[in-house]
């Protein structure tokens, strides 16, 4: 906003608005962890459950932290603010779990590690007090709620869904099917903390363009943005697929080698993130059409994960979350080609995608003879990887070469 005093009122509100929520959260956590532990088919989670609750209020109430760096142009500061917080979650979590520490106290040095960031971001936003409101301004929540409540349910929602086909195996299949499942139904870290970090850097951008009705230079930054994130994305999909197996056993031992099964129907998933689609509808002002998209999401997941587990096994929820994505994202698209007024066919950069696929199946092809080779899972997961990685980029080099200084260049959209 270019009005300073109106921008000051929206940070003090949402300041307050996420205090709340996250006290909200942390609330229902306390109070519903005996029915979620019940849930799970495992009473003991009540206690862990109760004391992680205060990981909800600390980092709710933090959520303002990167929107407010970017907004204000600050990128390298949500660099520090990013990488300082993902070294103290691993340092509070990977000492005491190798050292196979209870649950509960894994869960409370997290909340020790959350109330410190949260005290440490405090400290930083003292020093930029004078770019808030002195009080909040009551005018302006009307208008912040009508736009924040459809995107925090969503997100609510979402995380529920996330969960929902674990759930479905912990209650029907028992605890071995579920550690088998737990453990290969999840998708690749670097992918989602990617794209976050990249929708988060254009997310003001995008908005702008849409304000100034500058459609041409929304979708230009959009599929420049989607053709870069697949250039990484799209090859960790045809690696990964392939070497599940070797990737299963060197993360958590030869007794989870079934894991691989669920990992790689997941995989199916990864290609969708090549954007975040949500933040381009939350960029244009579609709040309700994220929040309908999170609902049929977990309408649709929990209905197939129900119908399919007892035909398929733990196989039938991981379908269930697959085509419950590809369908969210589906409607997304077609709810932002509506707005924004073109076919399906400029949404996406489908040619350069598609070139971007054939290269990794190339890739792949290429490295499959190690993967039969007769080594370690570990030593063959890390030939594979090189050989994928230098077929992949020297195909991509021949093929897409006057794609590449778009790909790497580092030139800011506006």
């Not at 190798?98 to 440490?120: D, M, N, Q, T």
Request: hydrophobic content about 50%; aromatic content about 12%.
């Amino acid at each position: 906003h270019s009005n300073e005093r109106e921008r000051g009122s929206i940070i003090a509100n949402s300041l307050i608005l996420l205090l709340f929520s996250g006290l909200v959260m942390t609330v229902f956590v306390a109070l519903g962890a005996g029915g979620i532990a019940r849930l799970f088919g495992n009473d003991g989670l009540a206690l862990p459950l109760r004391i992680f609750s205060a990981y909800s209020l600390f980092t709710v109430s933090t959520l303002w932290a990167e929107p407010f760096y970017i907004s204000t142009n600050r990128h390298r500061v949500v660099l520090f603010v990013t990488a300082a917080s993902t070294l103290g979650f691993v340092i509070s979590v990977v000492p005491l779990a190798a050292l196979g520490r209870p649950l509960s106290l894994i869960f409370f040095a997290i909340v020790c590690y959350s109330a410190l960031r949260f005290a440490g971001l405090g400290m930083m936003l003292g020093r930029d007090r004078k770019l808030i409101g002195r009080s909040p301004d009551r005018s302006l929540t009307g208008r912040q709620l009508a736009y924040s409540v459809p995107v925090n349910a969503s997100e609510i929602i979402g995380s529920v869904s996330k969960n929902v086909d674990k759930v479905m195996v912990s209650r029907f299949l028992g605890p071995s099917s579920y550690a088998i499942y737990a453990n290969g139904a999840m998708e690749i870290p670097i992918s989602a903390l990617l794209v976050g970090s990249i929708s988060s850097v254009i997310w003001p951008s995008l908005s702008r363009m849409h304000q100034e009705k500058k459609t041409g230079s929304l979708l230009s930054v959009w599929l420049n943005t989607t053709d870069k994130t697949a250039f990484v994305v799209m090859p960790l999909f045809f690696f990964f697929l392939l070497y599940a197996p070797d990737f299963m056993v060197t993360l958590f031992s030869q007794k989870y080698l079934a894991s691989a099964t669920p990992f790689r129907v997941y995989m199916f998933i990864l290609p969708l993130r090549i954007a975040q689609y949500a933040v381009l509808l939350l960029s244009m002002g579609a709040a309700k059409a994220v929040l309908f998209g999170a609902a049929g999401d977990f309408v649709v997941k929990f209905g197939l994960s129900l119908a399919l587990i007892r035909p398929l096994g733990y196989v039938g929820p991981a379908v269930a979350a697959v085509c419950s994505t590809w369908l969210q994202v589906f409607y997304y698209l077609y709810i932002a080609k509506r707005i924004l007024g073109v076919g399906f066919r400029k949404i996406l950069p489908w040619g350069r995608l598609a070139r971007t696929c054939i290269i990794g199946a190339i890739a792949c092809g290429c490295s499959s003879p190690v993967r039969r080779a007769s080594l370690e899972p570990l030593p063959r997961l890390l030939v594979g990887g090189l050989v994928f990685a230098a077929v992949y980029l020297l195909f991509f080099y021949w093929f897409a070469r006057e794609s590449m200084p778009t790909i790497l260049s580092r030139r800011r959209d506006s």
